[in-house]
């Protein structure tokens, strides 16, 4: 976009020169003969109308410009709307594996002290068979301690049902996250009728959580233009959409209905909707 700003600035250039010489040739060509100030004039026409035809391919080459780069911020608007969404899936990966790491670390800890216990009624049981006159004592420990390893080994079901919950979450996240693409698409419900028939417009592939419109495009120009019908709507956590659209007032004939995310931009996807005669 800089080269051809440059190069706008260079043909500029050429013309004002261009526009110089001309003036100069008919100042100095005024003084002589008829034949030559006839010629002169000519050839000043024909570089005036040279010139028109260079301001004019210039103007349709700004018009160019100036859409192209409309189409390059919206395409940059995409494209950080998926980075933020990307930098959010790690930043939730991030969460999950540090869940993950916090429950293994929970669980050996948790084995540790079953470790403990078991070794506590180990010691317990021999105390009870070489002292039986502490035997209701004892008992009462090892009742105590087997209560204790009845905790921990609760608390150790529940530490392995936890790690394969967030196991789960790991899982289905990688494979959402390493998914192809879709390619989103409109489907119309019914798909003709006459002008104020409600058309059901189910949208599928889109960005997730994003906003954006839908709208019947009367004068099949591809944009949102005032006064077409249209409606706001947010794409699901699975990239789809439904929403109702009332047919406005149309001739017969074949007309799209389009979806543009986020509104104001290039439509994404649209279906064809065909307003029969009343």
Do not use: C
Not at 131 to 159: D, E, F, H, R
């Amino acid at each position: 976009m800089d080269d051809y700003n440059t190069g706008t600035i260079k043909v500029k250039k050429v013309l004002i020169f261009v526009a110089i010489v001309v003036t100069i040739l008919g100042l100095t060509l005024w003084g002589g003969t008829s034949i030559g100030r006839s010629q002169a004039t000519t050839d000043a026409q024909a570089l005036t109308e040279n010139l028109s035809q260079t301001q004019d391919q210039l103007s349709q080459m700004t018009s160019v410009s100036t859409k192209l780069q409309t189409k390059l911020t919206a395409a940059q608007d995409d494209y950080s709307l998926l980075q933020t969404q990307f930098a959010a899936l790690q930043d939730q990966n991030a969460n999950l594996q540090s869940q993950l790491t916090a429950a293994q670390q929970a669980l050996s800890a948790l084995q540790s002290q079953l470790a403990a216990a078991q070794q506590n009624l180990a010691t317990l049981q021999s105390q009870m068979a070489n002292a039986q006159q502490s035997n209701a004592a004892l008992q009462t420990q090892l009742a105590n301690a087997q209560q204790n390893v009845a905790s921990l080994q609760t608390q150790l079901t529940t530490a392995q049902q936890n790690i394969g919950s967030l196991q789960d979450q790991l899982s289905a996240w990688y494979t959402w996250s390493h998914s192809a693409p879709s390619i989103p698409s409109l489907t119309l419900n019914p798909a003709s009728g006459p002008a104020g028939t409600t058309a059901s417009v189910s949208g599928s592939g889109f960005i997730a959580s994003s906003s954006g419109v839908v709208f019947f495009d009367v004068n099949r120009n591809g944009v949102l233009d005032t006064g077409e019908a249209s409606q706001i709507v947010t794409v699901s956590a699975s990239g789809n959409f439904t929403v109702t659209l009332v047919i406005p007032a149309a001739s017969a004939g074949v007309y799209p209905v389009m979806a543009a995310f986020p509104a104001g931009s290039t439509a994404q996807a649209s279906v064809n909707f065909t307003v029969t005669a009343h």
